[in-house]
């Protein structure tokens, strides 16, 4: 298992080697530099557990409804409703002055993204339930009708001023989420982000729910001959995974965003898919995985500060990983012998 | 040219399939190869066409050796196979099928029509008219099982296999199937029919062979025999009183009145079935296979609706399903966890919504202790457990509810003698302990051991032990 990650990792290290290289970058020196973009000081780590906290609530939402089965590609479109309940309700709060103590807003607003994410999850699931339409063509779908909404609102309903850019209003520094150092971006959403993958393990490893949500992934055969309703525990992985991918969208608006616009995710929710393959589907271990592509992504920033590569490397070692991923599966299930029965 | 198996052994782990089978195949014959399920036919076949390598033995072809284990290899020296589940691509059409079985290799010329032409001028000796253009998926099972059998008519191939061909046919073309198989012994070559329908071995072929529990029992002529010595032959002798030593007083449990119950694509899989389960009793469902078990045991373990579903159903049912591997178990997941789909009932494993983790894994371990599974321990995955082993995961996870009703369906199914007398002795037990038990098996042994009431199920309707006479010989005692 641990020699098992060293060699993704390590093969993860070549491939940003021969990427670097094919930029024409000298590979030690654009090495060096991630690395300081990622954990030279205190500001490198703040930007790479900035960067981790996404990763790692998208993540834990591909785990969760991957265990049960249900190949959720959606959590990017599950992000952005996430983010745009949250901005509804701070619209809300905002133009019709009701007077909120941050104590509670902070709160709704992270509720209300959750409940977006869910809400978003739960259309997919459910028309698989219902109609059998494939959860990874409805969700990866459902972005892009997520991303249409997102243009909607933020030219639309939401925008601040007719007349200015498209975004929606800023949030007041108060209803932000706690910062230990104003100069820096760390904020509370990554101690939030740290819970809920031990939440995430506990439902799935130590309660009935969690259990049979797994067991609805493995076989839902035998979950139907032990009248365990494999559909419903499908329904309910979808929308724990939903709500999970809203959140991260709602931690990202009131942690980092302040206000949303049509660039509002930069793909996090397709991002939580490697990071939960890394992980092999372990919502501990996710956090690991999380804080490795959080350090690749602050680290390429870096390099894109001082170098002609652009942010793009990232992408690039990402697509890389989820492609060695994959095809490491399919080889793996073709050695599969199969012995004729008798 | 004689096909011969001699003496041929294999073994699947702990389950012997064959047992020093020895067998002659004469061209010019329909050879009907018999027994029930388990018995090893479809071994023994799959070791003729190299399919499986037997463990010791040897099988001759003319007189040559035939390569085990190379299916193709076999295939070259003229051994064809049609198997039970189609090896079609339903994407391609019936003239790419057909190609695809006669193309050498990846680099050989790849004239679809042209490959395909012989396979499709055999149908049309056969007069087949098959489209060469139509996509598989849209063919019905029949016109598919004519090309599977195009595929292997297309060489000139002496030695034509077939396994359960007529499983899946409507009555017109299993006839059809039959003048084909008639023709093809007609033309010389060595036919082999593996099937278990006595009626359609009776009509059709011209020798029999039968197995059970993977050693011959007998080959004779079929005129020189009737369906009564077949039927002896493949069940052996019936045991001529239940060996239930003391029978429970049985109290009434549930019952069911005119129950029909629809299968997996909307049939009726049970059709008006009236009986009653008693507490302190083991009620036995005997017949062959598919004929509306499966269907009425997944009723009665909450499992599968009725459309009148009148009856209270128990909340504590202990479900045995058919297919381990498919129904019982989660192949993934740890003996512990596959414990725990029912562990998580008992009141005193949960605390709310949580599952007490220490307390599952102590009576996880306790019942791998009291059944004997041989296992390193709890945290073991399941899938690397041998077939007994894993039934007794079943078994002991169906029976730690102390559940009202036992719902088994051919619980024993290719377990080894000791695994199957542990698996009968537990559900005696149950019984014994105040469970109504549903035994659904199609081993008629079994049927006599455990039962002590029968019935047999034919089409998806009951009869009554001795009106199943007709079917199974003397039943009585």
Not at chain 1, 134 to 159: E, H, K
Not at chain 2, 371 to 385: K, M, Q
Not at chain 2, 404 to 419: F, Q, S, Y
Request: aromatic content about 6%.
């Amino acid at each position: 298992m641990i020699l098992k990650a060293l060699g993704a990792i390590f093969a993860l290290a070549l491939l940003l080697a021969l990427t670097l290289w094919a930029f024409g970058i000298p590979v030690l020196e654009g090495f060096r530099l991630m690395a300081e973009g990622a954990g030279a000081d205190k500001f490198a780590w703040s930007r790479t557990l900035v960067k981790a906290t996404p990763l790692l609530l998208t993540g834990l939402g591909m785990v969760v409804a991957w265990r049960g089965g249900m190949y959720n590609i959606g959590g990017e479109g599950q992000f952005i409703v996430g983010g745009l309940f949250s901005a509804t309700l701070a619209e809300l709060i905002l133009t019709r002055n009701i007077a909120t103590p941050p104590i509670l807003a902070i709160p709704l607003l992270l509720i209300l993204s959750a409940l977006g994410g869910a809400v978003w999850a739960w259309l997919a699931g459910w028309l698989f339930v219902r109609r059998g339409v494939d959860v990874v063509i409805s969700t990866i779908l459902l972005n892009f009708v997520a991303i249409q909404f997102l243009a909607y609102a933020v030219t639309g309903p939401l925008r601040e001023k007719p007349d200015n850019v498209p975004l929606t209003r800023a949030i007041p520094e108060a209803y932000m989420l706690w910062r230990p150092d104003r100069q820096m971006d760390l904020h509370a959403g990554v101690v939030i982000a740290a819970m809920m993958a031990i939440v995430i393990a506990i439902y799935l490893y130590r309660t009935k729910a969690g259990f049979n949500v797994r067991l609805a992934g493995e076989s839902p055969r035998v979950a139907r001959a032990n009248r365990i309703d494999a559909d419903k525990m499908r329904l309910q992985a979808m929308l724990v995974s939903g709500a999970l991918c809203g959140l991260a969208g709602g931690i990202e608006y009131i942690g980092m965003a302040r206000q949303l616009g049509t660039g509002f995710s930069q793909n996090w929710g397709f991002l939580g898919i490697p990071v939960a393959l890394l992980s092999g589907l372990d919502p501990l271990l996710a956090m690991l995985s999380a804080l490795l592509f959080g350090a690749l992504f602050a680290g390429s920033e870096n390099l894109a500060r001082f170098t002609s590569a652009g942010p793009t490397l990232i992408y690039i070692v990402q697509a890389g990983a989820v492609l060695g991923i994959v095809a490491l599966r399919a080889f793996r299930s073709r050695r599969v012998i199969q012995t004729p029965a008798t | 040219m004689t096909l011969e198996a001699r003496r041929i052994s294999k073994a699947y782990g702990s389950v012997r399939a064959l047992e020093d089978v020895s067998v002659a195949f004469e061209p010019g014959e329909i050879h009907a190869v018999l027994g029930e399920n388990g018995a090893g036919k479809s071994t023994l076949m799959n070791v003729l066409s190299g399919f499986a390598r037997p463990d010791s033995g040897e099988a001759l072809l003319g007189g040559k050796q035939i390569p085990l284990g190379q299916a193709h290899e076999c295939r070259r020296m003229g051994i064809e196979m049609i198997h039970q589940h189609f090896t079609l691509v339903p994407e391609f059409t019936v003239a790419e099928n057909l190609a695809l079985a006669q193309l050498k290799s990846l680099a050989s010329r790849t004239d679809i029509n042209e490959l395909a032409r012989s396979a499709i001028e055999a149908g049309q000796r056969l007069g087949w008219h098959l489209d060469p253009s139509a996509k598989v998926r849209e063919l019905s099972v029949g016109m598919e099982q004519r090309l599977e059998i195009l595929k292997s008519l297309a060489t000139e191939a002496p030695v034509i296999i077939f396994d359960e061909p007529t499983a899946v046919l409507a009555p017109d073309e299993v006839e059809e199937l039959f003048r084909v198989l008639r023709r093809l012994r007609d033309e010389g070559r060595i036919v082999i029919l593996i099937a278990h329908k006595l009626r359609e071995i009776m009509s059709v072929a011209d020798r029999a062979t039968v197995l059970r529990l993977g050693k011959w029992v007998g080959s004779a002529p079929v005129k020189e025999l009737d369906e009564r010595i077949l039927t002896q032959w493949m069940v052996g002798d019936l045991p001529t009183v239940s060996r239930r030593e003391q029978p429970g007083v049985p109290q009434p449990f549930q019952s069911f009145e005119a129950l029909t119950i629809r299968g997996d694509r909307g049939e009726i899989a049970v059709r008006n079935v009236s009986f009653e389960l008693r507490r302190r009793e083991v009620l036995g469902f005997g017949g062959v296979d598919g004929n509306g078990q499966v269907e009425l045991a997944e009723y009665l373990a909450g499992a599968r609706k009725s459309q009148a579903t009148t009856h209270i159903r128990p909340k504590n049912v202990g479900y045995i399903p058919q297919d381990r591997q498919v129904d019982g178990l989660a192949l993934n997941m740890t003996v512990q966890e596959n414990m725990t789909v029912v562990g998580q009932r008992l009141p005193e494993l949960v605390t709310g919504p949580f599952l007490r983790m220490r307390q599952i894994k102590a009576w996880a371990t306790e019942l791998i202790r009291k059944f004997d599974i041989r296992v390193r321990g709890p945290e073991a995955r399941v899938g690397a457990l041998s077939g007994g082993n894993q039934q007794k995961v079943v078994v002991s996870r169906a029976l730690a509810e102390r559940p009202e009703l036992v719902v088994a369906v051919n619980p024993t199914r290719g377990l080894d003698l000791k695994a199957t007398q542990f698996v009968r002795e537990q559900l005696r037990r149950a019984s014994d302990e105040g469970a109504a038990v549903a035994l659904f098996t199609t081993d008629l042994d079994e049927l006599f051991e455990l039962a002590d009431r029968r019935l047999f199920m034919t089409g998806g309707e009951l009869r009554e032990a001795d009106k199943a006479e007709a079917m199974f010989g003397s039943t009585t005692p």
